[in-house]
C-alpha cells in the first residue's frame, strides 16, 4: 500500500499549509470561519496551535473546530443508521426487545450504556429518515450536533404520531431559523411551541400520553443521603418550584430580622459593660441565626421542600382531605382560545408552550394581568395595571418584556435578576426603556466589571460585546414564546 493511501490527512494538511503559508495564523483562521467543513478544511486547522493564536483568534479557532465537529456528527449520523437500519427492529424471542442487538452493536464500539445507544439511535433515524435540512445544516457546520439533537427529541413524537410533511417541513425551518442566536434549550422550545401550532390535536395527544409517566421515586445514594426525582406534569411542577421560591423569601426575610436584632443585642450588650460572658452569648446567638444565610440556593430549595411537606404531614397526619393550591404562576393565552373559539397553544411561565385546554384550566382560577402584544411579531409593546395595588409601572414591564437575563444563553428568571441600566446612571444613562433591562446578579457583576459592554434597544433587544470585540446580538423576545 502506498504512503498517500496510508497518510492521506497528513499530505492534505502540507498542501493546505503551502497554500496558507505566507499569511498569519490569525489570518488562516479568519479564512476558515466560514468556509465549507471537511476534510480540507480540518487538515488546515488540525497543525494550528491556539497558543500562539491572538486571544480573538483563539475564539474564531474554536468556533470553526466546532462547525468541523458538527461535520463529523453528521457523518456519524449515518454511519448509526447504516448499522441499527432505517425502522427499528423485533424478534420472536420473548427475551429479546427492539433494537437489542442493533443496541448493543453501538453501545460497545462507542462504549455506551444501552439506554445511551438507543437514544442515540433514535435522533440518527429521526434526523437521517425525516429531518434532511437538519442533517445538511449539521453537515455544513451552521448548527452543532446539541442543536441538532433537540431538534429530533422534540420531533420525534409528533413525528411518529402521524406529523404531515409540511408541518415538519415548517418545524424544522423555524427551528434552524431560530437556532442561528439561541441555545439548544431555547431550540427545543422553539420547536415544542411550533408543534403546538401547527398540529394542536397532536401535541394534545402527545403531553396527554406523556402525562401518564407522572411519578415520584426515591433512590438511596451513599452517605446517608438520597435522591427523590419528581417527574410532574409542567404546571405541577412549576406549583411546586413557586412554593419553594416563597419559603425562601419568607426564611429570607426571617433571617434578616434575627440577625439585625443579635446585631442590636450584641452593640447594647457591648456598651453597657455587661462582661464578656454576655457578650460572647449574645454572638453565639448571632451565629445561629446567619446559618440560613450562608446555605447556597440549592440547599435553601432542598430545605424548603422538606419543611413544606413535613409542615403538610404534620397538618394532616389524622386527616387527609385532597385540595388544590392556587395557581400562582403566569399563563399567556389568546382571547379566542380563552373563549373556546381557538385551539392556539397558551405559554405556561417557567416552561413553554401547553395545550390550550390546561391553558384554559389554569386561566379559571389564575390571577391575570393583560398584555398587548404586536400581532406580526408578538413583541410586548404594554401592560395592564389592572390590580388594586399596582407596582412600579415601568419595573412591571420589563419584568414582563424581558422575563430571563438579557444575557446570550441566560435563562435565569426576571424575577430573580437586578434591573439594570445598559448605560451606567452615573455617566448620564437614563432610566427608561431604553436603557434598561434584567441581567442576574453574575451577568450584571460581569458587564460593570468584567469590561463585557452593552447597547440596549427599546423593545429588549441587545447587543454584547466581549472584552475581545466579539459582539453577540439578542432579539427581542416574543412575549407567546419561552426562552
Known amino acids: 500500500m502506498s504512503s498517500a493511501n496510508l497518510y492521506p490527512v497528513q499530505e492534505l494538511s502540507t498542501v493546505a499549509t503551502n497554500k496558507y503559508e505566507s499569511i498569519s495564523s490569525d489570518?488562516?483562521?479568519?479564512?476558515?470561519?466560514?468556509?465549507?467543513?471537511?476534510?480540507?478544511?480540518?487538515?488546515?486547522?488540525?497543525?494550528?496551535?491556539?497558543?500562539?493564536?491572538?486571544?480573538?483568534?483563539?475564539?474564531?479557532?474554536?468556533?470553526a473546530l466546532e462547525r468541523q465537529a458538527a461535520w463529523l456528527q453528521a457523518l456519524l449520523q449515518r454511519a448509526i443508521v447504516a448499522i441499527a437500519g432505517d425502522?427499528?427492529?423485533?424478534?420472536?424471542?420473548?427475551?429479546?426487545?427492539?433494537?437489542?442487538?442493533?443496541?448493543?452493536?453501538?453501545?460497545?464500539?462507542?462504549?455506551?450504556?444501552?439506554n445511551s445507544a438507543q437514544l442515540r439511535i433514535d435522533v440518527a433515524r429521526t434526523l437521517v429518515n425525516h429531518l434532511p435540512n437538519t442533517c445538511a445544516a449539521l453537515a455544513m457546520g451552521e448548527i452543532s450536533a446539541s442543536h441538532a439533537t433537540v431538534i429530533a427529541k422534540e420531533t420525534a413524537a409528533a413525528i411518529r404520531d402521524g406529523l404531515s410533511e409540511s408541518a415538519i417541513y415548517e418545524v424544522e425551518s423555524k427551528a434552524l431559523s431560530f437556532a442561528e442566536f439561541h441555545t439548544p434549550g431555547q431550540v427545543a422550545?422553539?420547536?415544542?411551541?411550533?408543534?403546538?401550532?401547527?398540529?394542536?390535536?397532536?401535541?394534545?395527544?402527545?403531553?396527554?400520553?406523556?402525562?401518564?409517566?407522572?411519578?415520584?421515586?426515591?433512590?438511596?445514594?451513599s452517605d446517608g443521603m438520597a435522591t427523590v426525582v419528581a417527574i410532574l406534569p409542567a404546571q405541577d411542577a412549576q406549583i411546586v418550584m413557586k412554593s419553594l421560591e416563597a419559603f425562601i423569601l419568607k426564611m429570607n426575610e426571617k433571617d434578616e430580622r434575627e440577625r439585625s436584632e443579635a446585631a442590636r443585642l450584641y452593640r447594647a450588650g457591648s456598651g453597657a459593660g455587661s462582661g464578656a460572658g454576655s457578650g460572647d452569648n449574645t454572638l453565639s446567638n448571632r451565629s445561629e441565626t446567619s446559618s440560613w444565610s450562608l446555605l447556597s440556593a440549592d440547599n435553601k430549595r432542598a430545605d424548603a421542600l422538606t419543611a413544606i411537606l413535613s409542615s403538610a404531614l404534620a397538618e394532616n397526619v389524622d386527616l387527609v382531605k385532597p385540595h388544590r393550591r392556587a395557581v400562582t404562576v403566569n399563563v399567556t393565552i389568546d382571547l379566542p382560545t380563552l373563549l373556546g373559539l381557538a385551539e392556539n397553544p397558551?405559554?405556561?411561565?417557567?416552561?413553554?408552550?401547553?395545550?390550550?385546554?390546561?391553558?384554559?384550566?389554569?386561566?379559571?382560577?389564575?390571577?391575570?394581568?393583560?398584555?398587548?402584544?404586536?400581532?406580526q411579531t408578538g413583541n410586548l409593546l404594554d401592560f395592564g395595571r389592572e390590580k388594586y395595588e399596582p407596582p412600579q409601572a415601568l419595573v412591571d414591564f420589563l419584568l414582563a418584556r424581558d422575563r430571563t437575563c438579557r444575557f446570550p444563553g441566560c435563562r435565569q428568571p426576571a424575577t430573580r435578576a437586578d434591573i439594570d441600566h445598559a448605560?451606567?446612571?452615573?455617566?448620564?444613562?437614563?432610566?427608561?426603556?431604553?436603557?434598561?433591562?434584567?441581567?442576574?446578579?453574575?451577568?450584571?457583576?460581569?458587564?460593570t466589571h468584567g469590561r463585557w459592554g452593552l447597547v440596549s434597544h427599546e423593545d429588549g433587544s441587545c447587543e454584547w460585546t466581549s472584552p475581545v470585540g466579539k459582539t453577540y446580538f439578542v432579539p427581542a423576545r416574543p412575549i407567546n414564546e419561552m426562552v
Request: net charge negative; proline share 5%; glycine share 6%.
Open 189 to 221: 422550545n422553539k420547536v415544542r411551541t411550533t408543534i403546538a401550532q401547527l398540529a394542536p390535536a397532536e401535541f394534545e395527544e402527545i403531553v396527554d400520553r406523556a402525562r401518564e409517566s407522572r411519578k415520584v421515586s426515591c433512590y438511596n445514594d
Open 423 to 447: 448605560h451606567s446612571w452615573d455617566a448620564g444613562g437614563k432610566t427608561n426603556l431604553e436603557n434598561l433591562g434584567l441581567l442576574c446578579r453574575r451577568h450584571h457583576r460581569m458587564k
Open 87 to 114: 425502522e427499528s427492529s423485533s424478534t420472536d424471542k420473548i427475551w429479546d426487545g427492539v433494537d437489542e442487538a442493533e443496541r448493543e452493536d453501538i453501545a460497545t464500539a462507542l462504549r455506551l450504556s444501552p
Open 27 to 63: 489570518q488562516v483562521i479568519a479564512n476558515l470561519l466560514h468556509s465549507i467543513p471537511g476534510i480540507k478544511s480540518l487538515s488546515i486547522l488540525a497543525p494550528i496551535n491556539p497558543m500562539e493564536l491572538s486571544v480573538s483568534a483563539r475564539i474564531d479557532f474554536l468556533t
Open 346 to 375: 397558551g405559554q405556561l411561565s417557567g416552561y413553554g408552550a401547553i395545550p390550550a385546554s390546561i391553558a384554559r384550566e389554569l386561566a379559571s382560577d389564575a390571577t391575570w394581568k393583560r398584555f398587548i402584544t404586536d400581532p
